[in-house]
């Protein structure tokens, strides 16, 4: 995944402001549960409605059928990596149980199953509207 070659600049819904490299919070559903995420901003894009696919692309602006798209099927799109904070300190957003080769599980001396941190993966955000841009705290260097 390759960001795009002019960095786009989003609001979040209080009308912050945020583009690749920003720090945001996004919520986040596992089952009926609710956390919200860390992550930073990795690509913002816009995707169209390909007929012919019948799914959603990458908008194309050398494509003249992604140019003569109506506003409803042309969607953005935001790609973000993850910290690993959560608001709920979720089990599965940092750890899962270790496997061996098999695919069993993998026990402790006791018994117990053992946990491991796999590596965060990118999150693509299909609904950005909940997206919030944390306010700067006072007295960090970055504030």
């Not at 901003?41 to 003249?64: Q, T």
Request: with cysteine; hydrophobic share 35%; glycine share 6%.
């Amino acid at each position: 995944m390759s960001p795009s070659t002019e960095p786009r600049t989003l609001t979040d819904w209080r009308g912050n402001p945020y583009t690749l490299g920003t720090l945001i919070f996004y919520p986040r559903m596992s089952g009926r549960s609710c956390e919200m995420v860390e992550a930073v901003v990795v690509d913002i894009y816009d995707v169209v409605r390909d007929p012919d696919k019948c799914r959603w692309v990458r908008f194309d602006p050398a494509n003249p059928r992604h140019q003569a798209t109506s506003k409803g099927d042309r969607v953005t799109r935001v790609v973000v990596q993850p910290t690993g904070l959560g608001s709920r300190d979720f089990f599965r957003s940092h750890t899962r149980l270790a496997r061996d080769e098999a695919g069993e599980m993998v026990r402790d001396e006791q018994g117990g199953p053992v946990w491991e941190t796999p590596e965060i993966k990118p999150v693509t955000l299909m609904i950005t509207n909940n997206v919030t841009v944390p306010a700067p705290r006072a007295g960090r260097a970055d504030a």
